[in-house]
């Protein structure tokens, strides 16, 4: 009897097999032969595929955001180093301007200092010039150590622009030509017209209208003319002799024919100086 059973079971399972192998190649030839598949298979792809579209709609755009968020950051970082670009760029160009305009000063300090023979020039750069006393004074970087004195000549560009009025140890203060104080432009000069005859006078004036040196009280026939050259004539004591001041531009006759005002346009811009010469006299 127990054997009995035992075979049974054995039947049972080898009838199962052959069954589920009937099925499966029943439902293979089944499905290969349809156009779609069958409606209970159908309705399980269309729930997994809801299923996968709700779960990898937040996974995309939580992955898009974060690439877009990667590439704004990027740009800025690209925009940030590009305006540093930009403002290196801008102060090179800033500091090329300033360096070409302390060059071209230099340059006419330097052809103005190769003609000195009678004096000993002391280079200096002007420390501060205050709005309020623009047209009067400034500050340059050299003072006793350096060798200047009060009342030394001093030079911008290709003219004599003032004199010292104060000295300390390591900076003076320049007094310029054009301050129209009665004790400050008084420099002794003298006008050699082209026939070679010497008018000398005292620069005693500045019109500030047209940035002109004035030469007053004058009682000369001489005749001079618009070009002539005006330089000092080393009277006064501590003045050198031969520094350019400028050439006439306007000579001014009374009702006599003789010259009451000579105006001299400066060859200095005494509104733009960074650097000037101490004429030291050589002793």
């Known amino acids: ?10 039947v049972i399972v080898i009838v199962c097999l052959v069954l589920s192998i009937g099925f499966m190649t029943l439902s293979v030839s089944t499905r290969n032969n349809r156009a779609m598949p069958p409606f209970i298979q159908r309705f399980g792809n269309d729930i997994v595929g809801i299923a996968d579209t709700v779960v990898a709609f937040p996974i995309n755009t939580v992955r898009h955001g974060s690439e877009n968020i990667n590439n704004l950051i990027n740009t800025y970082k690209e925009n940030q180093r590009l305006k540093t670009q930009v403002d290196n760029v801008v102060a090179t160009k800033v500091k090329n301007q300033a360096v070409e305009q302390e060059n071209s000063q230099l340059k006419r300090q330097l052809k103005m ?4 023979t009678d004096y000993t020039p002391i280079n200096a750069e002007v420390l501060s010039r205050t709005p309020s006393a623009w047209q009067n004074q400034l500050i340059i970087n050299k003072g ?3 060798g200047v004195k009060k009342y030394m000549p001093v030079l ?12 300390n140890t390591t900076n003076s203060k320049v007094e310029l030509i054009s301050n129209n104080s009665d004790s400050n432009n008084k420099f002794s000069v003298q006008i050699i017209n082209r026939k070679g005859k010497i008018v000398n006078g005292l620069i005693n004036g500045f019109d500030r209208s047209t940035g002109e040196l004035v ?5 000369t026939k001489i005749q001079l003319q618009k070009g002539d050259k005006v330089s000092t004539n ?17 000579n001014k006759k009374d009702d006599y024919g003789t010259s009451s005002k000579i105006y001299i346009k400066s060859p200095s811009d005494i509104n733009d100086l960074e650097a000037v010469t101490v004429a030291a006299k050589q002793q």
Not at 1 to 10: E, L
Not at 113 to 116: D, V
Not at 156 to 167: A, F
Not at 215 to 219: A, Q, S
């Open 113 to 116: 200092n190769s003609g000195m």
């Open 234 to 250: 080393g009277l006064g004591g501590i003045t050198p002799k031969g520094l350019y001041v400028g050439s006439v531009s306007k």
């Open 144 to 146: 006793q150590s350096a």
């Open 156 to 167: 911008g560009g290709n003219g004599l622009i003032g004199r010292i009025s104060e000295v």
């Open 1 to 10: 009897m127990h054997k009995f059973f035992s075979n049974r079971k054995w």
């Open 215 to 219: 030469m007053g009280h004058l009682n």
